[in-house]
Every structure is written in C-alpha cells, then in structure tokens.
C-alpha cells in the first residue's frame, strides 16, 4: 500500500473527509469535515476521488510530503507557494509524483487561510462513526484525534477509476478579504428576539473577523444588539438566552452580545438565538475567513440558494457577491399550527435551507412540550423519509435536517405538519427512564481554574466573578451557599438532551420545580471549560463532554460522559456507542472530594471503576404531573420568591450597565 510520510506537518494539519460525521448531532458529535468543503471535494475531483475521500486540511501554512509510490495529487484552497522537489509547481490541477518525490506546500497568501490536499485513493484511515474526519476536541478520527506531526506516516488506499482532471477557472471559488455570505432568515428574528433596528445593523455593518476564531465557530465583533426583550426567563437573565435547541453549522449565533459563525466542529445544541443562517452552499466561505477579513451578510430566499452538490457554475462560488433581490419576508417562520388535540402551537422556523426547527409552545419550561418533541422524533425517526439527515431534540424544539436537493423546505414543511395532526396526546408519555448516580467535586479546583483564567483573559468585572456558586446563591435569593449545594444535591434532574457543548453532554432539568435554580450564562462565553465540568445555565444542569468553550455556572465537576476508550468500554458505558448518558435518564449527585474524583477519572481512562450507578426505570409524565398537583402551593412560593431575587439581580445590571434595559 503506498504511504505518505509527514517530513513537515504545518501548524493544523488534519485529516478530513466530506461530508463528515453524519447522524450524531442529537448525541453532541458534530459532522466535521472541511471547512471549505468546496476547496476540498474539487480536490477529489481533480485527482479522480470521489467526494467522499479523506484528504488534509491544513490552515495558515500546509505540509511537506514524501510518498513511497508513484501518485497523483493536487492542491486547492488559500494560495500558497507549491513546489516538487524545489520546482514550482501549480494550484488547482492533478500533479503527478514519481516515488520519493516531495511535495511542499508553504503558508497562505493575502487571501484565504486554508489549503487542501488531495491525493489518488484517498487517505486510507480508521473510520470512526462513520467517518475518517478528524474532531481534535474529541480525540477522533482522523491520525489518532489529533493534528498531524512531523514523522507521521498516513496510510493512501488504491487509486480508482474515476478521470484525472484540471479544475476549471469558472470553477475555481473567488477568495477574498472582503466577504459578502448568503444568509435565510431564521430561526430566531425580529420582532421576537431582535429590534427591527438590529436586523438592519446586521445586514449593513461588516463586521470583523476576530484572531479568537477556529473550526468550532467565527467570532465576529460589530455592533451590540439593542435586543427586542428584557431577558430570557426560565432560559437565561441575558436577552440572548433560551430554552436549549438545536444550532445549523453556519448559523450566527449570539452567545450574549457576541456573533459567532458556528463552523463543522461547533456545538450542536445550545441555548442562544440565531438570527440568520448562511445556506448551506455558501459555508465553504467560512473555512477562508481569516483574521482581520470583514463580513457582510445578504439575505437570501431559501427557494433561491444555490445547490451544496453541485461544484461547477451553478455553485456560483466564482462571484466575489451575492446576487440577490432580497430575503423571505417572513422572519424566519414558515409556518404555525396546532398540536391535534388545540391546546398547544406548534411554530416552524428557517434554520438556513437545510432545516427546520419545530417548535412547541411558548418560551417556558414545561415537561409537557419535551413529550411532544418525542413524540414527532420517534414517528419521524420510524418512518426515515428519503433525504432525512439529523433529529436533534431540544427543550421544546425539535430540529429535522434534511439534504435540500432531495427533500425541499416546502416538501418537510407539508410532511412535518402532516406528523403533527397524527401524533398521540403528550400525557400518554411513559419512557424509559433510568437513574444514574454520579460522583460530584463541589467547587472543584479546576472549575476554579477556569474561573480565574476567564477573568485574566476575557472578563474580570462579570456578576459572576470571582465565584459562580455565590452568584447562584445571589439570583435565587438563598441565605447562603450551602442553601445551595443542598439544592443540587437534593435535585434529581431529568435529561431532556444531549449534546449540549459536545459529546454526550446532558441538558438536565431537576423534576421538582422547588429545586429549579436559574442563572445567566456568561456574557461574552468562556473560551476554555474543563472536561466534565458541571453547570447551571438558565434552569438546566449540563456536564460538559469534553475540553472547549462555555458559559455555565460552575457548581463543580465529575467523571466522565463520553467513553474515549472505543472500542473498549468503561464501566455504566453501553459497548453499542460511546455515550453514558440517554434521553430521559435521571442524574443524581453523591459527593466526593477532589482527590477521590481524581482517582475515579483515572479509573474510568482505565476501563475500570464503580464510579456510575446505574438503576432501571420509567417516568411517566401524567405521574409527574399528579406529584406537581399536590406541591403546588409550596411550588408556587418557592418559585415566586426565586423570581423576585432574579427580579433584583437584574435590576442591579441595569443599572450598572451590563445590558440595555
């Protein structure tokens, strides 16, 4: 078998294939693949791959290669300086190498900020899920989870059958330092969540992009919404915040008052508003914006975006602008309707032209809408329409990804409602539900950490610095932090999702409202969070699955979630998947110290350990709803004076600035 050998790996050198990791965006994996898919599938092409073959991504400067066989490869993306063995050699056609020759590839020029590499064959790794792309954060796929290093050797599969053939110039995608995206409207718009005002300052600011960017997300700076209400509720005290759902790759995301363009290694669920969503031709463009590039985005009609198959013309990926006659006037909702039985509206929201999220309901916490969510997952789910992609559930939401070439918004819009009018009332729910006992570091030493490098590096004078747990304490008007850790301990917190900040990570909700502690998240988010760190956003628990960015109030930290041991499988893990965790599943804490926990991590790396407890069960919602019915009045007060301490808290940032009242 011929191989290529790293003599120099560049700075982030992967592995990636397209288009991606499929099918687990409701467990928190998200499809990676390359940024700039487009770069990279032309790639293939010129050297007779298909699509689907891995090849190397690599950003800012690429690799230098040596192959032991005679081969065939080409370069694509940012241009860069390309030479065989010291000749010049050129872009966007198939070069042929004889065995020995090395292939060097120097940094990006003005334009652009990522090259590809594509080789006859394919780059012939392990799949894992499904896919040979590489998820640094998750320590998958790809070269063992990682970056490529000088000295590594990559194993090239058989070449096939298919033309070698230059790219043609009309082909060829037009970079730039000043980027025009196109963007539908949805799923979360004005006069909801955004001024009218702030729609306009989107659509005619361009905006920066931030040095604080990478595959996970783009950060942008621009101007700070106004925001259309005071707050989040339940969801959050900042205006950005609701109820977790599931985000598109290429949507904007506001995490606080800061946008950022979620890219292929970004969060699948999270609990911010989206007001726009580049379609899914145009996100190639995301895998070329480098730092100091500006943006702009135009609206688009879903109807009128470009095909994501094609890779000739009709991509329209040669024009520097957007050709466009303006946006769905629509504010990103298809459509509203009513569950079967009247009592509950169901909206249908634009999520870019590639999903739809439906949604249950008004903006509240209530057990009831996660059971209709349910509901519609398993009929659609049983069913497997032809061009269905994804199902992630949310808090009230549900998110349906489909391929728009062969399943149109329209079409899934007709089907989805059809679903609706025929699902069963939501108090017949009765799932499967078991409890799972962890261990839990209160005040762990490394939420600490993170706390500290959040107020060195981002944000010193946030209300939730120095100590989130006495900001907890504060905003649900406690007498004090033990109040607190008996609250969390007390609690028995039902998953309604997974996937919340990656890998298997629970969005939980305690079943006794009394035990509902609600706080923000932090504005703008934390850039780094320790694995397995645990948080309360709004009035959700989370464990976060894995190293990465974040903006939950820590409580403290435990064992982990996701099993990065695959195949072989840790204790409380199932060896059909990687993750602990389910819908429906019931988390209860138990403490430890911070040394214990330390020793029970290392146990669970070790495939060994008792850490998990794990009983059988079920949850019924009509029983849950008997147990609400007979605590109401001492619900209602607790609740109320929650409120009230919130009330305060947000009163005090008003007047001190942290947001416009």
């Known amino acids: ?226 925001w259309a209400r005071s707050d989040g509720g339940e969801a959050g005290l900042h205006p950005s915040n609701i109820h977790d759902n599931a985000y598109s790759v290429g949507a904007l995301d506001f995490t606080g008052d800061t946008p950022i363009l979620l890219g292929p290694d970004g969060p699948s669920l999270g609990g911010f508003v989206c007001p726009v969503t580049v379609v899914a031709a145009e996100r190639w463009k995301l895998g070329q914006l480098k730092p100091g590039d500006t943006v702009r985005f135009v609206a688009v009609r879903s109807r009128a975006a470009a095909s994501p198959s094609t890779l000739g013309r009709d991509r329209r990926a040669s024009f520097p602008h957007v050709l466009s006659t303006g946006g769905d006037a629509d504010h990103g909702i298809l459509g509203r309707t009513t569950t079967a039985d009247g009592t ?114 981002v944000r010193s004078d946030a ?38 900040v990656y890998l298997g990570a629970p969005v939980a909700v305690p079943l006794d409202p009394r035990h509902r502690l609600v706080t923000t998240k932090y504005n703008p988010a934390r850039t780094w969070t320790p694995e397995n760190a645990v948080g309360i956003g709004g009035a959700y628990l989370c464990i976060y699955g894995m190293e990465g960015p974040g903006g939950y109030q820590f409580v403290g930290r435990t064992t982990q979630v996701w099993n990065h041991r695959h195949p072989q499988t840790a204790p409380g893990f199932d060896p059909e998947h990687p993750w602990l965790l389910r819908f429906f599943d019931r988390i209860r804490w138990y403490p430890v110290s911070a040394e214990e926990l330390l020793d029970m991590r290392a146990d669970v790396a070790a495939g060994r350990g008792d850490s998990v407890r794990i009983t059988d069960g079920m949850f019924s919602l009509s029983a849950h709803q008997q147990f609400l019915d007979a605590h109401a009045d001492e619900i209602d007060a607790t609740r109320g004076a929650m409120e009230s301490a919130r009330a305060e808290e947000r009163e005090r940032w008003s007047q001190g600035g942290e947001f416009a009242a």
């Open 1 to 226: 078998m011929t191989a290529c050998e790293i003599l120099r790996a560049g700075p982030f050198t992967t592995v990636q294939d397209w288009p991606g990791r499929a099918g687990y965006w409701k467990v928190g994996v998200p499809p990676s693949g390359p940024m700039d898919d487009l770069s990279f599938r032309l790639a293939n092409q010129a050297v007779g791959n298909p699509d689907s073959a891995a090849g190397l991504e690599a950003t800012m400067a690429g690799p230098r290669l040596r192959f032991d066989e005679p081969t065939v490869v080409a370069v694509t993306g940012a241009p860069a300086s390309i030479s065989i063995d010291g000749t010049p050699a050129a872009q966007w056609v198939p070069l042929h190498l004889q065995a020995g020759q090395v292939l060097d590839i120097g940094t990006v020029g003005a334009v652009g900020l990522r090259v590809y590499v594509a080789v006859a064959g394919g780059i012939d790794v392990e799949e894992y899920l499904g896919s040979r792309s590489t998820f640094t954060m998750g320590r998958f796929g790809g070269k063992d989870g990682r970056t490529l290093a000088d000295g590594d050797t990559l194993p090239i599969g058989p070449a096939g059958s298919g033309p070698i053939t230059r790219i043609l110039t009309d082909e060829i995608p037009a970079l730039t330092n000043s980027w025009e995206l196109a963007v539908t409207v949805g799923p979360h718009s004005a006069p909801e969540f955004f001024t009218a005002a702030d729609i306009d300052d989107l659509m005619s600011t361009g905006y920066e992009v931030h040095f604080n960017s990478d595959r996970t997300g783009i950060r942008l700076i621009g101007p700070q919404p106004r």
């Open 344 to 457: 509950t509206e169901v909206t249908h929201r634009r999520s870019g032209d590639d999903n739809i999220l439906v949604e249950y309901g008004d903006m509240r916490l209530d057990l009831e809408l996660r059971a209709r969510v349910h509901a519609l997952s398993e009929r659609i789910a049983a069913e497997q329409p032809r061009g269905l992609i994804d199902l992630t559930p949310g808090i009230r939401s549900l998110q349906v990804k489909a391929d728009p070439d062969v399943w149109s918004q329209t079409s899934m819009l007709q089907w989805l409602s059809e679903c609706e009018a025929q699902l069963p009332s939501a108090d017949d729910l009765v799932v499967p539900s078991r409890v799972v006992d962890l261990p839990l570091s209160w005040d762990d030493p490394a939420t600490r950490e993170a706390i500290e490098r959040y107020m060195l590096g």
């Open 463 to 500: 209300p939730w610095c120095p100590w989130n747990i006495e900001f907890i304490r504060r905003m649900n008007g406690l007498d004090s932090v033990d109040d607190v850790h008996r609250i969390v301990f007390d609690a028995e917190y039902l998953v309604l999702g997974l996937g919340d």
